[in-house]
């Protein structure tokens, strides 16, 4: 603020500033010299004299500062001291007491001087916080009217520079993955920025008219920034820095909300074509599958005959099985399903599914059944469909001729069906994609360029998981792959 260099103490000032100071004392000196001469025409004695004196000190330490009022309550001392202190015209006091009035009156001006300018200087530093608060607070609206479609950064700095007054802003974010804010990898424009997240250090550099602040979420360290070419203060740096960090926060998280918004629209579309197309397919499938087994019926078919029959059989079975796991899958996704518990074994679900995989697969299955396992209230009908997808997921992704172990488990609240498959080549799912592989759609890296699939039998799995209370994980090693599905253990009595 203007003025505001004047106002500090004597000893913070530059020297060009004390020089103005004491210049502005001078200037002011003759004022005490012209009030002395006025009362001494006048004609009036020493205490009204000093008392008029007193009133110009007071008002020259309001006005312009201590510094000032100190000249002029000095060179008022020694024209009370000349004109109104006998002997007249001279330096000299002759009666003691007079020395006490002249002492009396320069302490009272000192004192008084003193005082108003802690008020003056109180003042100005209220008056310098409210500033303070009209920029934040114009800050803080401005940054809620940040366009989300153009680079928050940018528009920041914007902003800074125009509220603030500041010649230069720059910014560097943390694991950046949007083009909305900052680049991730420094560059020239913000390298300071990235530094000083780096040192992770704030600082303020008042010969280069330089702030610099890290900015924190909390305990986080999420960026740096730096203000060049201001006034500095320190105080509205670091809220400047705190409200940049919440500005970058906020525009990640409105970014993560629009893109989760259109994944949920993308996935009620699918979703929604997947059950037109299911149901489209199996009224036309149901009418081949019938006329292919009757077809199969009739005895007086050539063997090239039947051999074209039964692939057409075979095949129009596996598009019933998918379009029936289409139409699971949209049922699951749309929450229409629902649970029809029964009294049933998990070892004979799994029993049924080995026995309707192709002989080669069916062979190379190794079933380990405790001798103690018990009977679970589940849905027979969705459990053997999880088991399903699993059994064909590590019969297509396992190496040719290995054995494809499953193994149940059961403890006092689940019951754990694991199928293993051995690992073709050693390649096991990457560490990043063991989560996501359970996501509609999503077939990993690796699995792209493998056998052929749909990327929806895993979530299938993790879906029917998640409505008996369980849930589908998978292990990896280098040799093997295992993936498991849970079940939650189901007392009917707690509900009857």
């Known amino acids: 603020m203007p003025g505001i260099a004047s106002q500090r103490p004597l000893?913070?000032?530059?020297?060009?500033?004390?020089?103005?100071?004491?210049?502005?004392?001078?200037l002011l000196g003759p004022s005490a010299?012209?009030?002395?001469?006025?009362?001494?025409?006048?004609?009036?004695?020493?205490?009204?004299?000093?008392?008029?004196?007193?009133?110009?000190v007071l008002l020259v330490a309001l006005r312009f500062g201590f510094v000032q009022a100190t000249v002029v309550s000095v060179t008022a001392f020694w024209c009370l001291n000349f004109l109104f202190t006998a002997p007249l015209f001279t330096f000299v006091v002759a009666d003691p007491q007079n020395w006490v009035s002249?002492?009396?009156?320069?302490?009272?001006?000192?004192?008084?001087?003193?005082?108003?300018?802690?008020?003056?200087?109180?003042?100005?530093?209220?008056d310098d916080q409210r500033a303070r608060a009209v920029k934040l607070y114009e800050l803080s609206h401005a940054v809620l009217l940040i366009d989300q479609r153009r680079s928050t950064s940018d528009?920041?700095?914007?902003?800074?520079?125009?509220?603030?007054?500041?010649?230069?802003?720059?910014?560097?974010?943390?694991?950046?993955?949007?083009?909305?804010?900052?680049?991730?990898?420094?560059?020239?424009?913000?390298?300071?920025?990235y530094e000083t997240y780096l040192e992770e250090r704030d600082s303020d550099d008042v010969k280069l008219c330089c702030s610099r602040r890290v900015l924190r979420l909390g305990t986080k360290y999420i960026g740096g920034m730096t203000?060049?070419?201001?006034?500095?203060?320190?105080?509205?740096?670091?809220?400047?820095?705190?409200?940049?960090?919440?500005?970058?926060?906020?525009t990640r998280a409105i970014q993560l909300e629009s893109r989760a918004e259109v994944e949920r629209d993308g996935e009620k579309l699918r979703t929604a074509v997947?059950?037109?197309?299911?149901?489209?397919?199996?009224?036309?499938?149901?009418?081949?599958?019938?006329?292919?087994?009757?077809?199969?019926?009739?005895?007086?078919?050539?063997?090239?005959?039947?051999?074209?029959?039964?692939?057409?059989?075979?095949?129009?079975?596996?598009?019933?099985?998918?379009?029936?796991?289409?139409?699971?899958?949209?049922?699951?996704?749309?929450?229409?399903?629902?649970?029809?518990?029964s009294n049933t074994s998990i070892s004979d679900l799994v029993s049924k599914v080995v026995r309707q995989q192709e002989e080669e697969v069916r062979a190379r299955i190794e079933v380990a059944i405790p001798d103690n396992l018990q009977s679970d209230q589940l849905d027979a009908p969705m459990i053997e469909l999880a088991l399903q997808q699993?059994?064909?997921?590590?019969?297509?992704?396992?190496?040719?001729?290995?054995?494809?172990?499953?193994?149940?488990?059961?403890?006092?609240?689940?019951?754990?069906?694991?199928?293993?498959?051995?690992t073709i080549n050693g390649a096991a799912i990457?560490?990043?994609?063991?989560?996501?592989i359970f996501e509609r759609f999503y077939r990993g890296s690796d699995a792209v360029h493998g056998p052929a699939g749909t990327g929806l039998g895993l979530s299938i799995v993790k879906k029917i998981a998640e409505v008996h209370g369980g849930r589908a994980w998978v292990e990896c090693s280098d040799t093997a792959t295992r993936f498991a599905l849970s079940i939650q253990r189901y007392k009917k009595e707690k509900n009857g």
């Not at 990457?430 to 996501?436: C, I």
Request: glycine share 4%; with cysteine; aromatic share 4%.
């Open 155 to 193: 528009q920041l700095c914007g902003l800074i520079r125009e509220i603030f007054k500041v010649m230069d802003v720059q910014f560097w974010i943390v694991d950046d993955t949007t083009d909305l804010l900052s680049e991730t990898a420094p560059t020239q424009g913000n390298q300071q920025a």
């Open 274 to 341: 997947l059950d037109a197309l299911a149901h489209g397919f199996k009224t036309p499938l149901t009418a081949i599958k019938t006329a292919s087994s009757g077809l199969l019926a009739v005895d007086h078919l050539s063997s090239t005959q039947l051999e074209l029959v039964s692939i057409v059989d075979e095949r129009v079975t596996m598009l019933s099985q998918l379009t029936t796991r289409l139409l699971q899958t949209a049922a699951l996704d749309t929450k229409e399903i629902h649970v029809r518990r």
């Open 227 to 250: 203000m060049r070419g201001w006034n500095i203060d320190p105080l509205s740096a670091d809220a400047v820095a705190s409200i940049a960090a919440i500005t970058f926060a906020r």
């Open 430 to 436: 990457r560490l990043e994609e063991r989560t996501r």
């Open 33 to 56: 010299i012209v009030i002395a001469a006025i009362g001494f025409l006048l004609r009036v004695n020493l205490s009204t004299a000093g008392s008029l004196e007193l009133i110009l």
């Open 390 to 422: 699993l059994v064909d997921n590590a019969a297509k992704y396992s190496a040719i001729g290995s054995p494809i172990p499953i193994t149940i488990r059961q403890v006092s609240s689940e019951t754990v069906v694991e199928v293993q498959n051995a």
């Open 11 to 26: 000893l913070r000032l530059s020297r060009a500033e004390f020089l103005r100071t004491a210049g502005a004392g001078l």
């Open 102 to 126: 002249l002492f009396t009156f320069e302490a009272a001006a000192l004192l008084v001087s003193g005082l108003s300018n802690k008020v003056r200087l109180h003042a100005a530093h209220a």
